[in-house]
């Protein structure tokens, strides 16, 4: 009898599967993640007075540099035309019309781009859209 007791061993539980599952969740986790784009790029907004600060769900940003650049989320457009800037819109909100169009012009961009990104956006029937501005800092008169 004695012989029997001295043969059990004790049960022990293995980990490395649970770790290896643990890990493999996280590195998916971390893939599928998508990261803000707002550092990319340096703009610097104009500032408003009445500026509110609103949280938009389902935004589509629409971005124009000071040197003339314009970019549909993080993709750059291949030119400024009025007939570029639609198309992308165009493609952009055609599986989900009810988005939310906000323009960030760069200070220094120049009036006809941002009236050019108005006018496509008019001619593709986006009628949700916004213009990304900073509150005034209080120092301009």
């Given at each position: 009898?004695?012989?029997?007791?001295?043969?059990?061993?004790?049960?022990?539980?293995?980990?490395?599967?649970?770790?290896?599952?643990?890990?493999?969740?996280?590195?998916?986790?971390?893939?599928?993640?998508?990261?803000?784009?707002?550092?990319?790029?340096?703009?610097?907004?104009?500032?408003?007075?009445?500026?509110?600060?609103?949280?938009?769900?389902?935004?589509?940003?629409?971005?124009?540099?000071?040197?003339?650049?314009?970019?549909?989320?993080?993709?750059?457009?291949?030119?400024?035309?009025?007939?570029?800037?639609?198309?992308?819109?165009?493609?952009?909100?055609?599986?989900?019309?009810?988005?939310?169009?906000?323009?960030?012009?760069?200070?220094?961009?120049?009036?006809?781009?941002?009236?050019?990104?108005?006018?496509?956006?008019?001619?593709?029937?986006?009628?949700?859209?916004?213009?990304?501005?900073v509150e005034e800092s209080g120092n301009n008169p």
């Amino acid at each position: 009898m004695k012989l029997l007791d001295e043969e059990r061993e004790e049960p022990e539980i293995n980990l490395t599967s649970l770790i290896d599952v643990v890990f493999l969740l996280l590195i998916f986790f971390m893939v599928s993640t998508t990261f803000e784009q707002h550092a990319l790029l340096r703009l610097d907004l104009p500032e408003a007075a009445t500026a509110e600060t609103e949280t938009l769900p389902d935004v589509v940003e629409l971005i124009i540099t000071g040197e003339g650049q314009i970019y549909l989320g993080d993709q750059q457009l291949v030119d400024e035309r009025r007939s570029t800037i639609q198309a992308a819109l165009g493609e952009r909100f055609a599986e989900r019309p009810e988005q939310v169009l906000v323009i960030r012009a760069d200070g220094n961009a120049t009036h006809r781009l941002v009236v050019r990104a108005l006018d496509a956006a008019a001619a593709e029937g986006i009628r949700r859209v916004s213009i990304a501005t900073v509150e005034e800092s209080g120092n301009n008169p």
